[in-house]
């Protein structure tokens, strides 16, 4: 399977304690997204990066997040004391630069915070 | 801001029985209009881009449309292997922020034997 692969798919978590989601984009793809889905709601954009560059972030994305992309390759999404507001469903996505901007996601990892 | 609203919520139809899906939009600049399908616990999968009005794009039983405010997706004769979230997102073409797409809410559809 060649398509964009997260893990881990579930996590259940205390409400203070630190999660970290993975994303390896398709290979080749330099341009990696990360949404969260909540509910009832399409997804909304967290971050963006063009190889190993952190382009940009939303307000959503509060200090208790962070996001990298070493080397352009994989990314690691990291939630800091979770609270129960978190629990969503965590997408990542990724395109080619020269693509007509499609973006393929991946099966997501849902995080539930007690 | 830029936005996506989809109607309606949610749909029932038959076997069989053809209808069309809703999308309305504003944005300064479309770069693109996306329509995904989504499955209950897992992530969108992508279908169509349209880029300019009066662009029809076709795939199985799904046709997408375009106009300058809106878009429809059309399904003939449906199967209730096409029961899903249907996810409208529009990308712009400039002024920031214009890598990220911003999505309506979704269509839940549902097809019944």
């Known amino acids: 399977d060649t398509g964009v692969s997260q893990n881990p798919r579930h996590k259940i978590t205390k409400r203070g304690q630190n999660v970290t989601f993975r994303c390896d984009p398709i290979?080749?793809?330099?341009?990696l997204y990360w949404y969260r889905q909540t509910l009832g709601q399409g997804p909304e954009f967290l971050t963006y990066?063009?190889?190993?560059?952190?382009?940009?972030k939303s307000r959503l994305l509060s200090d208790r997040f962070s996001a990298e992309r070493p080397k352009g390759s994989f990314s690691t999404l990291e939630i800091q004391r979770t609270e129960q507001g978190d629990s969503a469903m965590y997408l990542c996505a990724s395109s080619l630069l020269l693509d007509t901007d499609t973006q393929y996601f991946g099966p997501g990892t849902r995080l539930t915070v007690l | 801001e830029d936005q996506v609203t989809q109607s309606p919520e949610a749909l029932r139809l038959q076997e069989g029985e053809s209808s069309s899906l809703n999308c309305s939009y504003t944005v300064s600049g479309l770069r693109g209009l996306f329509w995904y399908r989504q499955d209950p616990g897992k992530g969108p999968e992508f279908l169509f881009t349209?880029?300019?009005a009066g662009e029809e794009k076709e795939k199985e039983r799904l046709k997408a449309t375009l106009t300058k405010k809106e878009s429809f997706l059309h399904i003939t004769a449906p199967k209730p292997e096409d029961s899903a979230t249907y996810l409208c997102?529009?990308?712009?073409?400039?002024?920031?922020?214009?890598?990220?797409?911003?999505f309506g809410k979704g269509t839940l559809l549902t097809v019944n034997p």
């Open positions: 349209l880029y300019s």
């Open positions: 997102a529009v990308r712009r073409n400039s002024g920031g922020s214009n890598y990220k797409l911003t």
């Open positions: 290979s080749e793809h330099n341009r």
């Open positions: 990066f063009q190889n190993e560059a952190q382009l940009e």
